[in-house]
């Protein structure tokens, strides 16, 4: 605890290659690269109130509680496909496999899918489902590199309900979705044609998220599907880091207290 009646209150910052630490009356309150005290924010404003004199100033600071991520589903590959399943619908030879160039965003594994030059529609499906917790925001999140015959071939996460069909999970996300639509005019067709999908080309790896508040308290399953026509290849569609996590609520506690800097 700060022992706010000294006279005066002190107020030291220590600055270290952009990392500030700010101490009241020699006890540390807030830690760094920025300092802010916002509503999604933790950290320290200082300002000169019209009274003050001096070296008077005001500092208002936050300390927050929970916010942390809870995993619900974590799996780099590392360990292989055993949280894995896999389906096709046109060539049985099709398969997800470890990628063989172990090119990987983390760690030395990743999940790879061809883009084939022939007809091709297989999936790589969660082997159980969670249930999405209710009451607290809940995302998934994955590391992804592709490089797919543009508008032509593309990739799609679908999930679903309960054992239930499976749905396109395209409005889900918030963060990097679908980059474009593919075309229903080429003539050897790719089974997602007309459909909103991962298409054309990422430089290295990227992140995307999807939120799944809509899926509260559901038994769910996510599957990533990779549809190809007869005609170019390319490389395909890495996977890697996919993640299922929860926050908890946080808390802010807020103090103002004027102080003599020194």
């Known amino acids: ?22 101490y009241v009356n020699d006890v540390l309150v807030w830690s760094g690269m920025a300092f802010t005290d916002s509503g999604t924010h933790v950290g320290v404003a200082m300002y000169r109130d019209a009274a003050s004199t001096g070296n008077e100033l005001d500092v208002d600071w936050a300390v927050q509680s929970g916010g942390t991520q809870v995993a619900k589903f974590i799996d780099g590959f590392e360990q292989g496909l055993w949280n894995w399943t896999q389906t096709t619908t046109v060539n049985t030879a099709d398969a997800w496999v470890i990628d063989p ?12 899918g061809e883009n084939y030059s022939h007809r091709s529609d297989y999936t790589l499906q969660m082997g159980a489902p969670i249930i999405v917790p209710a009451g607290v925001p809940v995302f998934m999140r994955f590391n992804h590199y592709f490089a797919i015959e543009e508008l032509y071939d593309g990739g799609v996460v679908e999930y679903s309900v309960n054992g239930g069909p499976w749905t396109d999970a395209g409005p889900l996300f918030v963060e990097r979705g679908y980059t474009a639509t593919l075309l229903t005019s080429d003539v050897s067709t ?44 390319y490389d395909g569609w890495d996977i890697d880091d996919v993640q299922i996590y929860s926050c908890s609520p946080a808390s802010y506690r807020y103090t103002r207290l004027p102080v003599t800097w020194r």
């Not at 605890?1 to 700010?22: C, H």
């Open 1 to 22: 605890d700060i022992d706010t009646g000294l006279s005066p209150n002190t107020l030291l910052v220590k600055s270290d290659a952009g990392q500030m630490e700010f």
């Open 190 to 233: 790719t089974p997602l044609a007309g459909r909103s999908a991962f298409t054309g080309f990422t430089n290295g790896y990227t992140s995307s998220r999807l939120d799944l508040s809509t899926l509260a308290g559901q038994s769910v399953r996510f599957r990533f599907r990779l549809g190809s026509d007869s005609s170019a290849r």
């Open 101 to 112: 160039w172990g090119y990987s965003a983390t760690g030395l594994k990743a999940v790879f």
